[in-house]
């Protein structure tokens, strides 16, 4: 998720941290309600937002011209959705996955631009959000989710106000100036320390809640790059907000950044058995 770590230079009016407070609230409510939920509720939160991210993703590359280009890759990932939605996992990530390949490679072989972008962005908008409906398909799957959510929310809170209060050494200064090293340690304690909560919330012994807490402390460092990511692909096109469509976030890609990056790899801990399903 992206955020601003500052610790000088102009402070975000009491007002707009009201406004990005009740939001950011209102959206943790109605997230962990669907999460609670499951099934075609949390299947259908997450093809929102992939279809959401996949719609920014061509606004700031441009890959939404001609139209025709982003409604096929708005088709091909509704269609993996579907599938998944049917049961049928490996041919949901499959079709995503060829599919935007497909298209990024066809762009680049006939020099289209749009195609050549809208690739790409298939891949970005679909895979972590076809992750994350599968990891709530899993049997502890509500767990699993929950604390991916939560390590990464607390990730970009906790970087945020430490960076703020801090500052310090920049971490990437020609991707994100305002972001500090201070602002990534403070965001991994406190994922770490959520981590733990949880851990101990689920009823697990100490030495498996600490485990949790590893964990988280790695997702933090990983939704950081995905935050990283996030910012070099609007300072290539030269644009600050990836949308405004949540009142004081931005777009859903500033909001879900380290969710992309985060989601696939637990998702695939967990296919090949080392994630923390094996200790719920």
């Given at each position: 998720?992206?955020?601003?770590?500052?610790?000088?230079?102009?402070?975000?009016?009491?007002?707009?941290?009201?406004v990005r407070a009740?939001?950011?609230?209102?959206?943790?409510?109605?997230?962990?309600?669907?999460?609670?939920?499951?099934?075609?509720?949390?299947?259908?939160?997450?093809?929102?937002?992939?279809?959401?991210?996949?719609?920014?993703?061509?606004?700031?590359?441009?890959?939404?011209?001609?139209?025709?280009?982003?409604?096929?890759?708005?088709t091909l990932l509704?269609?993996?959705?579907?599938?998944?939605?049917?049961?049928?996992?490996?041919?949901?990530?499959?079709?995503?996955?060829?599919?935007?390949?497909?298209?990024?490679?066809?762009?680049?072989?006939?020099?289209?631009?749009?195609?050549?972008?809208?690739?790409?962005?298939?891949?970005?908008?679909?895979?972590?959000?076809?992750?994350?409906?599968?990891?709530?398909?899993?049997?502890?799957?509500?767990?699993?989710?929950?604390?991916?959510?939560?390590?990464?929310?607390?990730?970009?809170?906790?970087?945020?106000?430490?960076?703020?209060?801090?500052?310090?050494?920049?971490?990437?200064?020609?991707?994100?100036?305002?972001?500090?090293?201070?602002?990534?340690?403070?965001?991994?304690?406190?994922?770490?320390?959520?981590?733990?909560?949880?851990?101990?919330?689920?009823?697990?012994?100490?030495?498996?809640?600490?485990?949790?807490?590893?964990?988280?402390?790695?997702?933090?460092?990983?939704?950081?790059?995905?935050?990283?990511?996030?910012?070099?692909?609007?300072?290539?096109?030269?644009?600050?907000?990836?949308?405004?469509?949540?009142?004081?976030?931005?777009?859903?890609?500033?909001?879900?950044?380290?969710?992309?990056?985060?989601?696939?790899?637990?998702?695939?801990?967990?296919?090949?058995?080392?994630?923390?399903?094996?200790?719920?």
């Amino acid at each position: 998720m992206s955020t601003e770590q500052v610790h000088t230079g102009s402070e975000p009016a009491k007002s707009d941290l009201k406004v990005r407070a009740i939001a950011g609230v209102v959206m943790a409510a109605v997230a962990i309600g669907l999460l609670w939920l499951g099934g075609l509720a949390f299947l259908t939160l997450t093809l929102v937002i992939g279809a959401l991210v996949l719609r920014e993703w061509c606004t700031v590359t441009g890959a939404g011209q001609p139209r025709i280009v982003y409604l096929l890759a708005l088709t091909l990932l509704a269609a993996g959705f579907g599938l998944a939605g049917a049961g049928n996992w490996p041919m949901g990530f499959a079709l995503t996955l060829g599919g935007g390949a497909f298209l990024g490679l066809a762009g680049l072989v006939l020099k289209q631009r749009s195609l050549r972008w809208v690739g790409p962005g298939l891949i970005y908008a679909a895979v972590p959000a076809l992750a994350l409906a599968w990891l709530r398909h899993l049997p502890d799957g509500f767990k699993i989710v929950l604390w991916v959510m939560v390590a990464v929310a607390m990730t970009d809170t906790c970087a945020y106000f430490a960076g703020r209060r801090f500052g310090g050494p920049k971490l990437a200064p020609r991707i994100s100036p305002k972001k500090t090293w201070s602002g990534l340690i403070g965001g991994t304690i406190g994922a770490a320390l959520s981590g733990w909560v949880l851990g101990a919330l689920f009823g697990l012994p100490l030495e498996k809640a600490i485990w949790l807490a590893g964990g988280a402390a790695v997702l933090a460092v990983v939704s950081q790059m995905g935050d990283l990511g996030e910012s070099a692909l609007k300072r290539a096109f030269d644009v600050k907000d990836s949308g405004s469509i949540l009142p004081g976030h931005g777009g859903i890609m500033d909001r879900v950044d380290g969710l992309v990056a985060a989601a696939p790899l637990v998702a695939l801990a967990e296919l090949f058995g080392l994630g923390i399903g094996a200790l719920l």
